[in-house]
Nanobody, 120 residues
């Protein structure tokens, strides 16, 4: 079971970037997926979440209206489209699978993270 995040890099504030997360060995289309991030010296924080069929998404207030999560279940891939990036978006971004059976989110499969650096 593996999640491989990619697409990070160095961008100027105001620009856009799209992250991808490729799943392997995982019944990708069976699970809600999430994106998280961890900035230097800070705790990991929730960025957003997408339902199994992609018909429902939720976002942290800090990224709402700027970030969009989508998924392609045929390609076992999760995406995070980021627009109007700000220096405070600088972080390592992680994708994760919620394999909860209780209804309470339980992200127990994590990707390795991809670094996004936003310069001012």
């Amino acid at each position: 079971v593996q999640l491989q995040a990619s697409g990070g890099g160095l961008v100027r504030a105001g620009n856009s970037l799209r992250l991808s997360c490729a799943a392997s060995g995982l019944a990708f289309s069976s699970y809600p997926m999430g994106w998280f991030r961890q900035a230097p010296g800070k705790n990991r924080e929730f960025v957003g979440r997408i339902s199994i069929y992609g018909d429902y998404t939720s976002y942290a207030d800090s990224v709402k209206g700027r970030f969009t999560i989508s998924r392609d279940n045929a390609e076992n891939t999760l995406y995070l489209q980021m627009k109007s990036l700000k220096p405070e978006d600088t972080a390592v971004y992680y994708c994760a699978a919620d394999r909860s059976i209780t209804g309470i989110p339980n992200y127990d499969v994590w990707g390795q993270g991809t670094l996004v650096t936003v310069s001012s």
